[in-house]
C-alpha cells in the first residue's frame, strides 16, 4: 500500500510537528474512508463534511496521544470519526438513515469519481473486501446486535428494546460476536491476536 | 481469566453500548489492571477496522479538504499568537473567528505561513530559558576564550588589558549561568514537591494520572488528570500557564454523555501553574474527556468556544 509513500508512523510524526504537508497527506490518505463512516452514519453529506473535518481537526490537536502500539492509524481516526457521531445522533435524537439504493449508486459514482490514486484505493478495496468476508461469517443475529451498536451508538438495553430480545441475549451476542470478529480478522492479518 | 478480568464486557465498552453498572464496571477495573486495558484497545482496534470499513465508499468534495486546511492555518495562527502571550495575543487565540482568515476562496496558497514554525523547546513557566541568539558576536556566556597572546614582563599593553577584562566578563556570565541552572533546578523540584504534596492531602492512596496533551504543550504547557478510581471528584493540574488578560480566563471542560459541561477556571499563579478541583457534583467518573479552553472570564459560554489548548480522554 505505501510502497515509495511515507509510512503511516512518519505522517504522525509530521503531524506532531505541525507540517502541513503531513496533515494534507493524513487527509489525502484515510478523508474517503472516515468520510464513508460519517455518511454511513449520519446519512447526510452536509454534516458528514463537519465530521470530517473535525476528525482531523482533533486528530492534530491530539496527535501526541496517539500511540501505534495501540493501535493503526486508521483505527484510530475511526474510532474519533465514530465517537463524533454518536454524539451528533444523541444529540439529534434521531437515529441514522441508511442511504437507500438511489444513494449507494450516487455514493458509488463519486467514489469512482475521486479515485485519484490507484495504490490506495487498491488497499482499501481490499480492506473492505475482507472486512465483508469476516462479517459475512457472523450468524445474522450476531452481526444485526453489532451494527445497530456500531453505527447506530444504541445501547444494549435499546437494542433488546429495538429487537423485542432479552437483554441477555444482546449481551451474549455481543461478546460471541466480538470474539468471533477478532478471531477471523486475526486469520485474515488483519489484526493481531 | 474472566474470573479476574472483565473481558466478557470488553466489547460492549469498547463499543459503549454497555449500561451504566457494567460500565462503570469496566472503567473501574482498566484503569487498575493493564491487561483488560491492552484488550480493550485491541478489540477497539478490530471493531473501528471491521466495521468502519463496512460501509459503502463514499468521498468528500474537494472543498472540505480545502476547509480544513484553512482551519488548520487559522488555528496554528493563533497558537503561533500565543506564544509570546499578551493581551492581544490571548484574545486572538480565544476569538479565532477574529483571526484573519486565510483567502482560501481566492485560490491563494494554503499554509503560505509555515504551519507551525519551530518554537522554544517546552519548559516550565518562570523557567527562564538561557536565550543564546546567533548574532554573530562574541556570546555573553562561557565559552573557551581564544588564546590570550603572551607580552613580555611588565607588558601590560592594551590586548592584556582587554583579555582580561574578557575573562572577566565570562567568569560572570559562568557564575550567572550556573545560578540561572541552579535555579531552574531548585524550581523543577519545588514543583515536584508541590504536586507530591497536592496528591498527598487530596489523593491519598491509589490514583491514575492522564497527561493532558494539545497543541499548548509545544508552547510549554503541560499538564495532568488526576483521579481515583471509581471516585467522583478530580484534580486538572497545569504547568507552564502563560498569564491571561483579565477579560479571557483559561477553562476546564468535562465531556460526559455527550455533552460539555464547565468544570471551573484555573487561574496561574505566579510560577505558571494552575489547578482546579473537580468537586463531586462533577461526577468526573462519568466523564470521557477533560479539556481546557480559554473562554471570555466574564461570561462562560455552554459549550467550549475556542479551540482546546489541551485535552485528555478519560
Redesign the interface.
Known amino acids: 500500500m505505501q510502497d515509495g509513500e511515507a509510512s503511516d508512523e512518519r505522517i504522525m510524526e509530521g503531524v506532531r510537528r505541525g507540517d502541513s504537508q503531513a496533515i494534507a497527506t493524513l487527509y489525502d490518505r484515510y478523508g474517503g474512508v472516515i468520510f464513508s463512516l460519517g455518511l454511513r452514519m449520519l446519512g447526510d453529506r452536509e454534516a458528514t463534511e463537519e465530521l470530517v473535518q473535525e476528525v482531523f481537526l482533533r486528530a492534530w490537536r491530539q496527535a501526541a496521544t496517539y500511540q501505534p502500539n495501540l493501535g493503526r492509524l486508521s483505527t484510530w481516526l475511526l474510532g474519533i470519526a465514530r465517537n463524533l457521531a454518536v454524539d451528533e445522533l444523541r444529540r439529534r435524537g434521531a437515529r441514522p438513515r441508511r442511504a437507500d439504493g438511489e444513494g449507494d449508486e450516487l455514493l458509488a459514482r463519486i467514489a469512482s469519481a475521486n479515485e485519484d490514486d490507484p495504490a490506495e484505493q487498491l488497499s482499501i478495496t481490499t480492506r473492505r473486501q475482507e472486512v465483508a468476508r469476516a462479517l459475512a461469517v457472523l450468524p445474522q443475529a450476531q452481526r444485526q446486535v453489532m451494527e445497530l451498536a456500531y453505527y447506530s451508538g444504541l445501547t444494549q438495553s435499546e437494542i433488546a428494546a429495538r429487537l423485542g430480545d432479552p437483554l441477555g441475549t444482546v449481551k451474549t451476542r455481543m461478546r460471541l460476536a466480538t470474539q468471533k470478529l477478532r478471531d477471523l480478522l486475526h486469520e485474515m492479518g488483519q489484526v493481531p491476536g | 481469566m474472566s474470573e479476574h478480568h472483565c473481558v466478557?464486557?470488553?466489547?460492549?465498552y469498547?463499543?459503549?453500548?454497555?449500561?451504566e453498572a457494567d460500565h462503570e464496571r469496566v472503567v473501574s477495573h482498566v484503569r487498575i489492571c493493564a491487561w483488560c486495558r491492552?484488550e480493550a484497545?485491541?478489540?477497539?482496534?478490530?471493531?473501528?477496522?471491521?466495521?468502519?470499513?463496512?460501509?459503502?465508499?463514499?468521498?468528500?468534495?474537494s472543498h472540505?479538504?480545502d476547509?480544513?486546511?484553512a482551519?488548520?492555518?487559522e488555528?496554528?495562527a493563533a497558537l503561533d499568537a500565543m506564544a509570546v502571550p499578551s493581551d492581544a495575543t490571548i484574545a486572538a487565540v480565544a476569538t479565532p473567528a477574529e483571526v484573519s482568515t486565510p483567502a482560501h476562496d481566492q485560490g491563494s496558497p494554503?499554509?503560505a505561513a509555515?504551519?507551525?514554525p519551530s518554537r522554544p523547546e517546552p519548559r516550565l513557566a518562570g523557567a527562564a530559558p538561557v536565550e543564546r541568539p546567533d548574532t554573530g558576536r562574541t556570546p555573553p556566556w562561557p565559552h573557551v576564550p581564544s588564546p590570550v597572546p603572551v607580552h613580555g614582563p611588565g607588558s601590560r599593553g592594551p590586548r592584556t588589558v582587554r583579555a582580561r577584562w574578557l575573562a572577566s566578563i565570562s567568569l560572570l556570565a559562568a557564575v550567572l549561568v550556573l545560578g540561572l541552572g541552579v535555579g531552574l533546578v531548585n524550581m523543577h523540584r519545588q514543583l515536584d514537591n508541590q504536586r507530591a504534596h497536592l496528591l498527598g492531602d487530596a489523593f491519598t492512596g491509589a490514583h491514575a494520572a492522564m497527561v493532558l496533551?494539545?497543541?499548548a504543550?509545544?508552547h510549554g504547557m503541560s499538564g495532568e488528570v488526576i483521579m481515583r478510581p471509581g471516585e467522583s471528584t478530580g484534580l486538572v493540574i497545569v504547568a507552564g500557564v502563560p498569564k491571561s488578560s483579565g477579560k479571557m480566563t483559561y477553562t476546564c471542560w468535562l465531556h460526559q454523555?455527550?455533552h460539555w459541561m464547565p468544570g471551573g477556571s484555573l487561574r496561574p499563579d505566579a510560577s505558571g501553574i494552575a489547578m482546579v478541583v473537580l468537586g463531586k457534583s462533577m461526577n468526573v467518573h462519568k466523564a470521557d474527556e477533560v479539556a481546557i479552553t480559554m473562554e471570555p472570564a466574564n461570561r462562560t459560554p455552554s459549550v467550549p468556544s475556542t479551540?482546546?489548548l489541551l485535552?485528555?480522554?478519560l
Open positions: 466478557e464486557l470488553l466489547g460492549g469498547a463499543l459503549g453500548s454497555l449500561e491492552t484497545e485491541q478489540i477497539a482496534d478490530c471493531l473501528h477496522g471491521a466495521f468502519g470499513y463496512h460501509v459503502p465508499p463514499a468521498m468528500p468534495g472540505v479538504r476547509r480544513l486546511l482551519r488548520l492555518a488555528e496554528a494554503l499554509f509555515p504551519f507551525a496533551a494539545g497543541p504543550v509545544k454523555s455527550g479551540p482546546m485535552s485528555a480522554s
